[in-house]
């Protein structure tokens, strides 16, 4: 991973607590996030950050592993490119 980059997987905050088999749930966080939930990214070892700027995630990164890099702080991340 380049400095600063973070791997994780985009979930909706309720899956992110849920576990890594909901995790790659792509189907289950789409319907979390349309019904209201907000996205945060989990890492492998269930470390969640919140996301500042949300507008960054396309539907298609739901429930997929990513690598985000951007500004970490404390538990927030500001994302400045996504690839999956």
């Known amino acids: 991973l380049p400095p ?3 791997s994780g997987y985009i979930v909706d905050q309720s ?3 849920k576990g890594k088999g909901m995790w790659a749930n792509a189907e289950c966080v789409a319907r979390c ?3 209201g939930d907000k996205a945060v990214l989990v890492t ?3 470390k969640v950050f919140r ?3 949300v507008d960054k995630i396309e539907p298609e990164s739901y429930g997929q592993k990513v690598v ?3 500004k970490t ?3 927030i991340v500001t994302i400045e ?3 999956l």
Request: charged share 35%; proline share 0%.
């Open 33 to 35: 996030i349309r019904d």
């Open 51 to 53: 996301i500042s700027n």
């Open 81 to 83: 490119s996504l690839k």
């Open 15 to 17: 899956c992110a607590k």
């Open 44 to 46: 492998e070892d269930g």
């Open 68 to 70: 985000i890099t951007g």
């Open 4 to 6: 600063g980059a973070l």
């Open 73 to 75: 702080d404390g538990d």
